[in-house]
């Protein structure tokens, strides 16, 4: 089965608080491991993990991938208003040499001040 | 800097009508997909396609039809529309397969089918 699951559903959390999302997937195929925030409109892209163990950062940002457990997290420290949005993590598979993405979905996070 | 646009940004159609949702990308991007959002859903894959010419069926195909003969549109159509069809519907593409530089997305469609 090809699923993406994503916990917890929904974070609220004061500013300035450390936040960490998870995304756990099921392997076939897997190439890759994308998060994207969401907020009124369409999607950013924030990460893409391929390797496990190697965090990746962006400024108050980071995330790992652990292929051994078959999950992701993504960490926010020091969490501002502009930090609430949709969390989507998406696992891109390989399909008969066609790769497409599969979302979970999503991690809604509120910050409040 | 256009990057991916969709029209229109807003639809309501009867149940029973067609239409075409349409997306245009300005970065010569091999890859485009469409993908619906429904609440507690998240992103479910359409149709998406690998260059000019060729289509494949993602995870909830049933209903659209695509078609790419260009590699800058990507036009999804309802044959029929149902209520079942009640979403956001976001057109997104890549440079090429890997998704090492993620997607982009458009602004999205809101579809209300009554």
């Known amino acids: 089965e090809d699923k993406v699951v994503q916990s917890p559903l929904s974070l609220v959390v004061h500013e300035g608080d450390t936040v960490t999302l998870n995304c756990s997937y099921e392997?076939?195929?897997?190439?890759?491991l994308l998060w994207y925030k969401q907020e009124k409109k369409a999607p950013t892209f924030l990460f893409m993990l391929t390797s496990s163990g190697i965090e990746k950062k962006s400024g108050r940002l980071s995330s790992i991938l652990d292929k051994k457990e078959l999950s992701s997290i993504l960490n926010i420290t020091a969490t501002q208003t502009g930090d609430s949005a949709i969390y989507l993590c998406?696992?891109?598979?390989?399909?008969?040499?066609?790769?497409?993405?599969?979302f979970g979905t999503g991690t809604r996070l509120t910050i409040i001040p | 800097n256009a990057g991916v646009t969709q029209t229109p940004k807003f639809q309501v159609l009867k149940t029973g009508q067609s239409m075409t949702l349409q997306c245009a990308q300005d970065?010569?991007?091999?890859?485009m997909s469409w993908y619906r959002q429904d609440p507690g859903m998240g992103l479910r894959l359409i149709h998406y396609?690998?260059?000019?010419?060729?289509?494949d069926q993602g995870e909830v195909p049933n209903g659209y039809n695509v078609s790419r003969s260009t590699t800058e549109d990507f036009p999804l159509r309802l044959l029929s529309a149902a209520p079942s069809q009640t979403s956001v519907y976001f057109c997104a593409s890549a440079p090429g397969q890997g998704f090492r530089y993620g997607y982009t997305f458009g602004s999205g469609t809101r579809l209300t089918v009554v």
């Open positions: 392997v076939t195929n897997f190439r890759s």
């Open positions: 396609s690998v260059g000019a010419g060729i289509t």
């Open positions: 998406a696992r891109a598979i390989s399909n008969f040499g066609n790769e497409k993405l599969t």
């Open positions: 970065m010569n991007h091999e890859y």
